[in-house]
């Protein structure tokens, strides 16, 4: 039976024993998806008294890797979140009693929190165990959703029956448009709060965590999947209308950013209290500036920037990362 990309739903969960698989959490929508199982070949190039090559090939061993993209939204983050920091406390929201907030921290492991993607296709469903994220990107252009861009890998896909949900308790209806952003600089974190909102064009926050396959001799797929160094890059894209921001990049001047997304259309609880993503960076460096200089239209100015942890002082790159929802814990 043929079927097109909208009729394939992804299922997202927590694995509670690493690469032991989860039914899905959430379902979650998605506006592209390639997930699929890959085969690493060997090849007999033997000679046979023969000028032919290649007389036979093998698998030694599979995995499952791919791409989505999909709207931000408020609930399923947090396990995307979960992880890609390894670590998360949850306690209800100041004021609320079924509202909460979720403080994610880096865990100074290389196996952080796994989960399982559930593939619900027409043809065959599909678990795939131990999925780890490679690299998660926030990004959002003036008018359009936040979006979220991210890479997995995974073990290869076994064969499972599933059906989506996109109701009730699995439901997730809380997302995140360009005007639910404010972006703020400052030189310290405790000046975030007076500081001035940017007017930005647009932004994207990527976070790697350049994951590998631990590999052994008596298994045909990963044993586990590692995470490696974690690193944090953004870019920012505003009109140029002053220098300040080219003198941050020019003179290397350390300042302190804080990315807030909060939807203030959808009331969560009594106090009121928003679905929201704060983000606060407290020693950036800014690189890489640049301006446009089209003859005909608007100058606007680019540059990215690096949050810088500071292990000596107790300080991550990301010195706070908190998600607020009706989803109690993850």
């Given at each position: 039976m043929a079927h097109i990309g909208r009729l394939v739903n992804l299922g997202i969960a927590k694995e509670a024993v690493r690469g032991a698989g989860a039914a899905a959490t959430y379902w979650a929508p998605k506006t592209s998806m390639s997930v699929h199982t890959v085969a690493d070949k060997i090849v007999d190039e033997e000679s046979y008294n023969s000028i032919q090559q290649a007389v036979s090939a093998y698998v030694p061993m599979r995995r499952a890797e791919g791409d989505l993209e999909m709207i931000c939204r408020a609930n399923s983050l947090g396990l995307l979140l979960y992880n890609l920091f390894g670590g998360v406390s949850s306690g209800t929201a100041a004021g609320e009693t079924a509202v909460y907030d979720h403080e994610f921290t880096l865990s100074e492991t290389n196996n952080h929190q796994s989960l399982a993607l559930t593939i619900d296709d027409p043809v065959q469903d599909f678990m795939y165990k131990l999925a780890m994220l490679d690299s998660l990107t926030i990004s959002v252009t003036a008018g359009e959703f936040v979006m979220i861009s991210?890479?997995?890998?995974?073990?290869?896909?076994?064969?499972?029956?599933?059906?989506?949900?996109?109701?009730?308790?699995?439901?997730?209806?809380?997302?995140?448009?360009?005007?639910?952003?404010?972006?703020?600089?400052?030189?310290?974190?405790?000046?975030?709060?007076?500081?001035?909102?940017?007017?930005?064009?647009?932004?994207?926050?990527?976070?790697?965590?350049?994951?590998?396959?631990?590999?052994?001799?008596?298994s045909a797929e990963p044993v586990d999947i590692f995470n490696r160094q974690f690193y944090v890059d953004g870019t920012i894209e505003m009109k140029y209308d002053s220098k300040t921001y080219r003198d941050y990049c020019l003179d290397n001047r350390l300042k302190a950013?804080?990315?807030?997304?909060?939807?203030?259309?959808?009331?969560?609880?009594?106090?009121?209290?928003?679905?929201?993503?704060?983000?606060?960076?407290?020693?950036?460096?800014?690189?890489?500036?640049?301006?446009?200089?089209?003859?005909?239209?608007?100058?606007?100015?680019?540059?990215?920037?690096?949050?810088?942890?500071?292990?000596?002082?107790?300080?991550?790159?990301?010195?706070?990362?908190?998600?607020?929802?009706?989803?109690?814990?993850?």
């Open positions: 991210a890479s997995f890998r995974a073990k290869a896909g076994d064969e499972t029956s599933s059906t989506a949900d996109y109701t009730g308790v699995t439901a997730d209806k809380y997302v995140f448009h360009s005007r639910d952003i404010g972006i703020k600089i400052a030189d310290t974190v405790g000046g975030l709060g007076a500081a001035s909102t940017l007017e930005v064009k647009s932004f994207d926050l990527n976070i790697t965590k350049n994951v590998i396959d631990d590999q052994s001799i008596h950013l804080q990315i807030d997304i909060k939807n203030e259309q959808k009331p969560l609880g009594v106090t009121p209290t928003y679905p929201e993503l704060k983000i606060q960076m407290g020693k950036v460096r800014f690189d890489d500036w640049e301006r446009t200089d089209d003859l005909n239209e608007i100058i606007d100015q680019t540059m990215t920037f690096v949050p810088m942890a500071d292990p000596r002082a107790g300080t991550a790159a990301l010195s706070s990362v908190i998600l607020t929802n009706n989803q109690a814990s993850y």
